[in-house]
């Protein structure tokens, strides 16, 4: 039973354009979600996240935005750049239920293009 | 150094042999956790510590899989009558008291691959 999902494997995205990544959820006592960023060979590293009390968190290049009605999440990249290419995983807790493990979706992995 | 640290980097073994996995954590980080990737999926939670003792250890697979953590910093994630299917990348990870997780940080990762 995959609680986070993440439906496209891949993205591919012209330099400068907007990268958009999408996530859905099942689980109604997630109320806290993060967008990891992986390289080859390398840990995921934590990029950007967001309360369940927030609808929007801006860092940057890098806005998630939350959908609670529709158990969706989002993460927009703008402007692109090479270096954002790498899998990037959406990931869920509760830790308002004291719930302190993240669960992880199957990544996307975005290719931007020069 | 100043990330969490994982050894081995890379690990062959036979079916049916025993492995140990060592993670170091940042130091300071109260909080030690186990997940395990495959080919092609997301990270997928084994064990997480408090300290020294086990908070949530429902991720792991069966009774072959074990993880110790004796003086709240070093954690060891034991394998018993490896299998192919435990083939995968072990990532550990550690997180500053209070954030929990918010904000994990992750080692490179233990590849285990059982022939």
């Known amino acids: 039973d995959q609680q986070v999902k993440q439906n496209s494997p891949s993205l591919s995205v012209q330099e400068g354009r907007i990268s958009i990544l999408n996530c859905d959820y099942t689980?109604?006592?997630?109320?806290?979600f993060l967008w990891y960023k992986k390289y080859p060979a390398e840990g995921p590293t934590f990029l950007i996240s967001i309360s369940s009390i927030k609808d929007k968190n801006e860092d940057g290049r890098f806005t998630v935005f939350l959908n609670k009605s529709a158990k969706h999440l989002s993460l927009h990249i703008v402007p692109s750049q090479p270096g954002d290419s790498a899998v990037y995983f959406c990931?869920?807790?509760?830790?308002?239920?004291?719930?302190?493990?993240?669960?992880f979706g199957t990544g996307t992995r975005l290719t931007i293009i020069p | 150094g100043a990330g969490v640290s994982q050894t081995p980097s890379n690990k062959v073994t036979e079916k049916g042999k025993y492995v140990e996995l060592r993670c170091d954590p940042i130091?300071?980080?109260?909080?030690l956790y186990w997940y395990r990737q495959s080919l092609g999926q997301g990270p997928e939670f084994l064990i997480y510590f408090q300290g020294t003792g086990a908070a949530d250890d429902s991720g792991l697979p069966n009774d072959r899989f074990f993880a110790v953590r004796p003086e709240g910093s070093v954690s060891t994630l034991k394998i018993q009558r490896t299998e192919r299917g435990d083939s995968a990348v072990y990532l550990c990870?550690?997180?500053?008291?209070?954030?929990?997780?918010?904000?994990?940080?992750f080692g490179e990762g233990s590849r285990l691959t059982v022939l």
């Open positions: 130091s300071g980080h109260t909080a």
């Open positions: 990931a869920a807790s509760a830790v308002t239920f004291g719930n302190e493990k993240l669960t």
């Open positions: 990870a550690s997180s500053s008291p209070g954030q929990g997780a918010r904000e994990l940080f």
């Open positions: 689980n109604s006592m997630f109320d806290y």
